[in-house]
């Protein structure tokens, strides 16, 4: 998020704009920091967990700092019903209180604004008006293609322990990732098959990495975690997967999507209401499945399949992003 929030910030349409960094949500006064933009306009990228210890915490720090400043928000990571019993509703009164708080909302997604919808209405709140809501798609890196497709890895060809034919999942590990129906698709493919994590337990979950490698080997198969990788190398990680997969149910809208697509990779993903958006929005950009071992046979077989092909559009670009977020911007100024 706070990467998206800065290659925004540096388009052309955006660079002028004066940024704030601050390292640290939990342990920072906002006001102080932004006191030089007092009674300005402040545009802020944010989700409950970087502000406080709980959802409230951080909606009280935001509805603290909107009495200071003209705060507009991009929320990210909105209230859904997956976030388990109690779990939503006490996230979207959280949400519901910072929209209450603040001059207009940015999300990522119409998806995301649906689910901002339902999290109002859980929460007993109005309905955000349309003058005070605005969807700007994640932006897109340019991608790159192989000169010639590759050709399929026999498993004879794979050596024991190579992830030449894993199925690769890239992101935090966390409850729900999608890490799971992974390993389990896997146990149904050749034996040479395994599954590779390309990122780093998300924080308060140490312990997924060691249950995830148990569920493995009650299963036979290999699974590996690589922990934090810096950008050139995770490239190169999300150019040599065999199969690059994006399993996580419950999207709302899909950094981890994006960067297989800036790697010139066409991700399984599974149906669901925001990948029917993503794909009406950039068709073929994506392997939608039904069935993730089938999808994962087929892709195995015919590798080509897993990158993106040279008529594909990724939209919106950076620059496209970053102009759509100016004119919202403006309008929301005073």
């Known amino acids: 998020m706070t990467r998206c929030a800065l290659e925004l910030h540096d388009t052309p349409a955006l660079r002028h704009q004066p940024v704030v960094r601050v390292e640290d949500g ?23 967990k970087l502000l406080g210890r709980t959802a409230a915490q951080a909606a009280d720090v935001l509805t603290a700092l909107a009495a200071q400043v003209r705060l507009t928000v991009t929320l990210h990571d909105l209230p859904q019903p997956a976030d388990g019993p109690g779990g939503f509703e006490r996230r ?18 119409r998806h995301e604004a649906a689910l901002l919808d339902d999290a ?98 009650r299963l036979g198969r290999r699974f590996a975690v690589t922990g934090y990788l810096p950008d050139d190398e995770l490239v190169g990680r999300l150019r040599g997967a065999a199969v690059p997969v994006a399993p996580h149910r419950h999207l709302s809208a899909s950094g981890s999507i994006n960067s297989w697509l800036a790697a010139g990779r066409r991700p399984l993903v599974p149906r669901s209401r925001y990948v029917e958006e993503l794909v009406a929005r950039c068709p073929g950009a994506v392997l939608v499945y039904d069935d993730l071992a089938a999808a994962a046979r087929a892709a195995l077989a015919d590798p080509a399949s897993t990158w ?26 005073s």
């Open 26 to 48: 939990h342990g920072t006064d906002l006001g102080a920091a932004l006191g030089a933009h007092r009674g300005g306009h402040v545009h802020l990228h944010v989700t409950d």
């Open 308 to 333: 993106l092909g040279p008529d594909v559009r990724l939209t919106p670009t950076r620059d496209e992003a970053g102009r759509c977020y100016a004119a919202v911007l403006a309008r929301w100024a």
């Open 120 to 217: 109002l209405a859980q929460a007993g709140a109005p309905a955000l008006p349309d003058d005070r809501r605005a969807v700007v798609p994640l932006p897109v890196a340019t991608h790159e293609r192989p000169a010639t497709p590759p050709e399929p890895i026999p498993p004879s060809d794979a050596a024991p322990g190579a992830d030449q034919r894993d199925l690769v999942v890239l992101g935090y590990l966390y409850p729900g990732k999608g890490h799971e129906e992974a390993l389990d698709a896997a146990a149904t493919l050749p034996d040479d098959v395994g599954v590779l994590a390309l990122g780093r337990p998300s924080d308060g979950h140490d312990d997924l990495a060691e249950e995830l490698g148990a569920r493995a080997a």
């Open 92 to 109: 979207a009164a959280a949400y519901a209180q910072v929209v209450a708080a603040v001059h207009g909302v940015v999300v990522s997604s």
